[in-house]
């Protein structure tokens, strides 16, 4: 059988849960069927190291990781970066001498990489965009008329959960007429490996909750530490962990130091295996604003972990309320009523521990793997 050609579009690989769906997808497709190469725009972020030794990969440009520290040549280094990247952008034909294959499929894995997917020289490839996150919550950032006729211009979009599409398809005013959902895989067995990698043990003199994600306001770390403050004036001790950077870090930090919290909400900064600590918490908490299809929390459900979250996107559709897992508003008010609650009623913490028991058979990664191969052949074939 003549293997369908797949390119991969995406900015650089930081870390993040989008790098993360990326790394599972070029690990797990099947390599009888598919042959696959991953252009980035910037040869940077920490899983660089993770993309598979097959894998083609290539780069429109350097990233920061290989800059300067000199601060005039930083700048120049910079500015000639965003030259190429412009160059690139306005003339895609030169992206061709990047591109080991004429592709099949060309897959951009948010909507930053719409742009380049759209105008590649390529005009005969399938586009497939891949939503991982709802397109209201881009409303107040981005031009989202142009996003979504660029949306509108791709032969599938698939959405990480059932909330992503709803909300594309009311956003966009109907004009979503080719989306499908498909949640995220789980890596089950590397994620048990991982958190066994290192022992992690965490003040456990109160019960104690971690939480992993970029500081900044879509996470609601800020509702999350006031919420911690609250339940201390009660005299409902518990201790905060947070792992993960973002523009938000140093602020917060320094409030949590200035107000005398440091000991008690605590800032573990980036972490490459987040999992040993994970492991060793009570409780994962998640007190975002919004979200898609949070990996953090599916992680910590397959870790058997009880989470208290916000009811927001996708999350309901991995945490039933009150049965594998607690579901509140996302305010301070509504936070803190839902810690209050799993501090202070053992028994709905023994319920929702034992109804754990079985919860990595929620997220069977095989099924959706082979849903995803199946759809990248069905496209080709249209």
């Known amino acids: 059988m003549k293997k369908v050609k797949v390119l991969f579009r ?11 769906v990326l790394l599972d997808l070029l690990n797990n497709l099947d390599r009888n069927k598919f042959e696959i190469a991953l252009l980035l725009n910037l040869n940077q972020g920490i899983l660089l190291k993770d993309i598979p030794e097959d894998i083609h990969l290539s780069f429109l440009t350097e990233g920061k990781d290989s800059f300067s520290d000199n601060f005039i040549l930083n700048k120049i280094q910079l500015g000639y970066r965003r030259l190429k990247l412009i160059l690139f952008n306005k003339f895609p034909n030169l992206t061709k001498s990047k591109i080991p294959f004429v592709p099949d499929i060309e897959i951009g894995l948010f909507h930053y ?10 005009k005969n490839s399938k586009k497939i965009c891949w939503l991982h996150s709802n397109l209201s919550n881009l409303l107040h950032s981005f031009n989202i008329n142009k996003i ?13 959960s059932q909330d992503t599409l709803d909300d594309a398809v009311k956003t966009s005013n109907g004009k979503f007429t080719n989306g499908i959902v498909i949640y995220n ?13 290192e022992e992690v043990y965490l003040e456990n003199k109160y019960p104690t909750f971690i939480s992993v994600g970029r500081i900044g306001k879509q996470k609601g770390y800020d509702m999350l530490y006031e919420v911690h403050k609250l339940l201390l004036v009660e005299n409902i001790h518990h201790t905060i962990y947070i792992i993960g950077q ?4 140093n602020v917060l930090k320094q409030k949590i130091e200035h107000e005398g919290y440091s000991e008690s909400f605590v800032l573990l900064g980036q972490k490459e295996n987040p999992f040993p600590y994970i492991q060793s918490a009570n409780f994962y908490v998640q007190s975002s604003r919004y979200e898609a299809y949070p990996l953090s929390i599916g992680e910590a459900l397959i870790l058997k972990k009880i989470v208290i979250s916000t009811n927001v996107g996708g999350i309901r559709e991995m945490i039933k309320n009150g049965e594998n897992g607690l579901l509140t508003e996302s305010s301070v008010g509504g936070i803190y009523e839902g810690m ?5 009623n053992s028994e709905l913490v ?7 028991a079985n919860i ?5 990664s095989k099924k959706i793997f082979s849903q995803v191969e199946k759809i990248l052949l069905g496209v080709v074939k249209k």
Not at 246 to 249: A, E, I
């Open 10 to 20: 995406h900015r650089s690989m930081e870390m993040g849960g989008v790098q993360k």
């Open 113 to 122: 990489d719409l742009e380049g997917l759209i105008n590649s020289p390529y």
């Open 148 to 160: 979504i006729s660029l949306y509108e211009k791709c032969d599938l979009s698939i959405h990480v």
């Open 185 to 197: 895989a789980f890596n089950i067995n590397e994620i048990f490996k991982k958190s066994k990698v």
């Open 246 to 249: 973002g523009p938000d870090y």
């Open 340 to 344: 209050k609650k799993l501090l202070s």
């Open 350 to 356: 023994i319920q929702i521990k034992n109804n754990l």
């Open 360 to 364: 990595e058979e929620q997220f069977d």
